[in-house]
């Protein structure tokens, strides 16, 4: 077989493998080859496990001999995104406090798919602490978009995303707080998932605001994409958000079409200062439901325009009382010589914390002070209920709801840096479903004038993570975008 091999689907890669015509060592050893030969251009890993990788598709490919307990991920290459708890690997956060840090677990999502039998190739690159919309604020170098290497990859999964664009892996994990997943797929050009809140358990994911967070896949396609939610999903004692739920064969729906389906368009996400390109492929995407026989239906979600300061509030907050563990003293980095317990605390934090972390700790301490809780929190969280209630009426009329993912396609390395609040915008159609905890999947839907990718969102009803996939499949099917790969 030739080194091609990493261009595969894990629906691909599954069929060669169970049929014995390639092993699982020869697929990691082309996705292997291939990291060489564009890692350096892209940045998309901070760790590599070569050895552990090889150990793995060794393990696998004793289980593939043998014929018992395969699963659709064995031997499959995947890249876990570093704030992923993963024993004996380091998990740093991009961040300079976490730098060495050596979990002694795994993080459940991790567990289920060392279960399964799937091969970690690495730990990829991130905005530090999933704090950012462009990997830039990596405390140890930002992440290239493998379709132009002077522009972003999205963020903060930034270089899950640019890894399974540019083939360095078969699949990668990110998490989603704010567009996290969704928003580097649009602008890589792939597919990326982040299911309701509760679906996948969050044990061993590196908390940035808890009542956001939520793991997902991100995809060269949208079967993969249900596999990798079948792999993860399902209720998990050790996380009490998880939700004590069944979780069906997310794949079994795939080829059911969208001939009925109503998709929902949202006026409040076609707004002036949006790039046109994206206006045009998203209405075009959804003019292609329509051919398909969809039925597209006009729906309001009025309080989308408060959805970026609710969100700035909440998560920042949350930050603010998660970080906190990071105070020198039980992991991570700590000052030297520190004259007294204050200032080994505040010099810790201050020189392992970068400046977008440091702003969202003091955004969320400010709002959660005394005298300013209930002018600012409080009144975040009465919004936010808000926000939710918009989708349930939405829902009402509606199957799915289809947006653009992000409003431009990826911005040009540095363009947004010294400017917060433009970087914060950035994720303005993303926000509102992770306050409202409903699913959403980012997927290709055209190109740019300049050749850069752009995203459709789908977004579901809670748990409904099926009908956005079938959505997302009869789109994709229906369509080439999928075949265009970037150019090294």
């Known amino acids: 077989m030739t080194t091609e091999l990493w261009t595969l689907t894990i629906h691909e890669a599954h069929a060669l493998l169970k049929a014995r015509t390639i092993s699982a060592r020869e697929l990691l050893d082309a996705v292997e ?82 279960g399964q039998g799937a091969v970690f190739v690495g730990k990829t690159n991130m905005d530090e602490f999933a704090m950012g919309s462009s990997t830039e604020n990596s405390a140890f170098g930002g ?65 940035f605001a808890s009542s956001l967070d939520q793991i997902g896949p991100l995809t060269k396609d949208v079967t993969d994409c249900a596999w990798m939610l079948n792999a993860i999903a399902g209720h998990d004692s050790s996380d009490s958000t998880s939700a004590a739920l069944p979780c069906p064969d997310f794949s079994s729906g795939l ?67 998660n970080l906190a563990r990071y105070d020198g003293i039980r992991y991570g980095h700590r000052a030297k010589a520190p004259a007294d317990l204050f200032d080994l605390y505040a010099r810790s934090r201050a020189e392992g914390f970068g400046p977008e972390v440091k702003r969202r700790i003091m955004l969320g301490t400010y709002a959660l002070s005394s005298g300013y809780y209930d002018a600012y929190y409080a009144k975040a969280q009465h919004v936010r209920t808000l926000i939710a209630q918009d989708f349930r009426r939405a829902f009402e009329q509606v199957d799915v709801i289809a947006t653009p993912t992000a409003p431009t396609p990826a911005f040009r390395l540095g363009e947004k ?23 959403a999947l980012s997927m290709p839907c055209g190109f740019s004038p300049d050749g850069l990718p752009i995203g459709l969102q789908l977004i579901g009803k809670t748990f409904d993570e099926e009908t956005v996939l079938r959505a997302a499949f009869a789109y994709e099917q229906a369509t080439e975008w999928k075949t265009r790969k970037p150019e090294f």
């Open 255 to 321: 080829g059911r079409g969208v001939r009925g389906l109503r998709v929902g368009v949202p006026k409040e996400y076609f707004i002036p200062g949006m790039d046109w390109s994206v206006e045009e492929a998203v209405k075009a995407a959804i003019a292609v439901l329509e051919r398909e026989g969809a039925v597209p239906v006009e729906v309001s979600l009025p309080h989308t325009e408060y959805a970026v300061a609710v969100y700035y509030l909440l998560a920042t907050a949350e930050a603010s009382s």
């Open 143 to 207: 992440t290239k978009n493998p379709w132009d290497r002077a522009r972003i990859p999205g963020g903060s999964s930034g270089g899950s995303a640019s890894a399974v664009a540019a083939d360095e892996c078969t699949a990668a994990l990110g998490s989603d707080t704010g567009g996290s997943i969704r928003q580097p797929a649009a602008c890589c050009g792939i597919v990326g998932l982040k299911p309701t809140y509760g679906r996948v358990s969050r044990y061993g994911l590196m908390a």
């Open 33 to 114: 080859t291939r990291v060489a030969a564009v890692e350096g251009e892209i940045h998309a890993y901070l760790t590599l496990c070569r050895d552990a990788a090889r150990a793995q598709a060794d393990a696998a490919d004793r289980r593939l001999r043998s014929g018992k307990d395969l699963s659709p991920l064995t031997g499959i290459p995947i890249a876990l995104k570093d704030n992923l708890c993963t024993t004996g690997v380091k998990t740093t956060c991009a961040s300079k406090i976490l730098e060495g840090f050596v979990p002694p677990y795994d993080a459940t999502v991790v567990e289920r798919l060392r």
């Open 417 to 439: 840096t010294q400017d917060p609040l433009q970087m914060y915008l950035s994720d303005i159609f993303t926000i509102s479903v992770n306050l409202a905890g409903v699913p």
